[in-house]
């Protein structure tokens, strides 16, 4: 496999629901000037569900990054202050009727690979929920 071009961004966000449609959109934008527009809908979601989840059960800021690796797989993850392990997440069709609940049940159902790890990357611990679309 031949190595493609690689990115990463990142984007700090405060603590604020309002925050997850400037993280769409601003994810909207990185993927399709990279040539990737049909990777937007589900990295938007997934995005936009990663990012819910660090906004509404942490107190403090948070941060989008976004990655191209040389393979070709483009890693989304959302960082927020809680250093703790995300709960596990739900079977989908269990999820889907549900309020609140159902994003890594969704995260699960459409990446490549998910995950999470601890990060002290922006000065607090806390950790790093992720996932990989592949964009071949």
Same mark, same amino acid.
């Given at each position: 496999?031949?190595?493609?071009?690689? #990115?990463?961004?990142?984007?700090?966000?405060?603590?604020?629901?309002?925050?997850?449609?400037?993280?769409?959109?601003?994810?909207?934008?990185?993927?399709?000037?990279?040539?990737? $527009?049909?990777?937007?809908?589900?990295?938007?979601?997934?995005?936009?569900?990663?990012?819910?989840?660090?906004?509404?059960?942490?107190?403090? $800021?948070?941060?989008?990054?976004?990655?191209?690796?040389?393979?070709?797989?483009? #890693?989304?993850?959302?960082?927020?202050?809680? +250093?703790? $392990?995300?709960? +596990?997440?739900? +079977?989908?069709?269990?999820?889907?009727?549900?309020?609140?609940?159902?994003?890594?049940?969704?995260?699960?159902?459409?990446?490549?690979? #998910?995950? #999470?790890?601890?990060?002290?990357?922006?000065?607090?611990?806390?950790?790093?929920?992720?996932?990989?679309?592949?964009?071949?």
């Amino acid at each position: 496999m031949s190595e493609c071009e690689t #990115w990463d961004y990142t984007l700090y966000i405060p603590n604020d629901l309002r925050a997850v449609t400037v993280c769409r959109r601003t994810l909207r934008v990185i993927l399709t000037l990279h040539g990737l $527009p049909g990777l937007v809908e589900t990295a938007e979601l997934l995005a936009a569900e990663l990012v819910t989840n660090a906004v509404r059960h942490t107190k403090g $800021p948070a941060a989008l990054r976004v990655r191209r690796s040389p393979r070709g797989l483009v #890693w989304i993850g959302a960082w927020d202050t809680d +250093p703790e $392990p995300p709960p +596990p997440p739900r +079977p989908l069709e269990r999820a889907l009727d549900l309020e609140e609940g159902r994003g890594l049940g969704l995260v699960t159902a459409c990446a490549e690979y #998910w995950g #999470w790890q601890p990060s002290a990357r922006f000065g607090d611990r806390g950790k790093y929920v992720w996932c990989e679309l592949s964009a071949a």
